[in-house]
């Protein structure tokens, strides 16, 4: 089967660093992407790991550990507009369709 | 930049009824999706369509469901009958390849079964 953990609720400060963790268990991997999620919003695409390593794109940087089967997702210089619920997803072969962690909300407070 | 388009935001419907989900994906993607997404719970997925067939369902895309691409540009999901169960989010998602590839996702339907 495929599963994939996340921490339910996160609070952090405005102008703190949060890191998001997410574990999984997949019948394969092609790759590990994190989406934010607004509520009642759609899913907007944040990050991409394939590879063991650190990707920084801005604010956000994401994980990989693929023998841990561990990603975080990292959040600098938080700010209010950054309250979203934070989803990991794996794609688990090439040619299969992502699956989801049940998403971590996070509130950011002044 | 490009996005994907999903009509209605918000549909009604008495149980039993017939329902029609419309997405326009991006123009230069290849694979289309739908997902769904029960109030509190977890994005799961439905199905995924390439080259005008299915590529792969879920459980969940029993045989009330189907998927069509009627001309270039939309791709559609129906419920034959709807049940209370159905009531949920429903996102339409598109990729230039499968897989390795992000999905640009719409900003769904809100589907609500009375």
């Known amino acids: 089967g495929q599963n994939i953990d996340q921490p339910t609720e996160m609070t952090a400060t405005e102008g703190a660093i949060v890191q998001i963790n997410c574990t999984y268990q997949?019948?394969?991997?092609?790759?590990l992407f994190w989406y934010q999620q607004h509520a009642g919003e759609a899913p907007t695409f944040l990050s991409y790991?394939?590879?063991?390593g650190l990707e920084e794109k801005g604010r956000f940087s994401s994980f990989l550990s693929r023998s841990k089967g561990y990603s975080y997702l990292l959040l600098k210089e938080l700010q209010m507009k950054d309250s979203a619920s934070y989803l990991c997803?794996?794609?688990?072969?090439?040619?299969?369709?992502?699956?989801f962690g049940p998403g971590t909300r996070l509130s950011v407070l002044p | 930049e490009p996005e994907v388009t999903q009509t209605p935001s918000h549909q009604v419907t008495q149980m039993g009824q017939e329902v029609i989900l419309r997405c326009v994906p991006i123009?230069?993607?290849?694979?289309f999706y739908w997902y769904r997404q029960i109030l509190g719970q977890k994005v799961e997925f439905l199905v995924s369509?390439?080259?005008?067939?299915?590529?792969?369902k879920s459980e969940i895309f029993d045989d009330q469901f189907s998927v069509e691409r009627p001309d270039g540009s939309n791709f559609t999901l129906k419920i034959r009958s709807t049940k209370l169960e159905d009531s949920a989010m429903y996102f339409c998602?598109?990729?230039?390849?499968?897989?390795?590839?992000?999905?640009?996702f719409g900003d769904g339907t809100r589907l609500s079964i009375l």
């Open positions: 997803a794996v794609s688990p072969n090439y040619g299969q369709n992502f699956v």
């Open positions: 998602a598109s990729s230039v390849y499968q897989g390795n590839q992000p999905q640009h």
């Open positions: 790991n394939v590879l063991d």
């Open positions: 123009s230069n993607h290849l694979y």
């Open positions: 369509f390439y080259n005008n067939e299915i590529s792969e």
């Open positions: 997949t019948s394969g991997f092609n790759g």
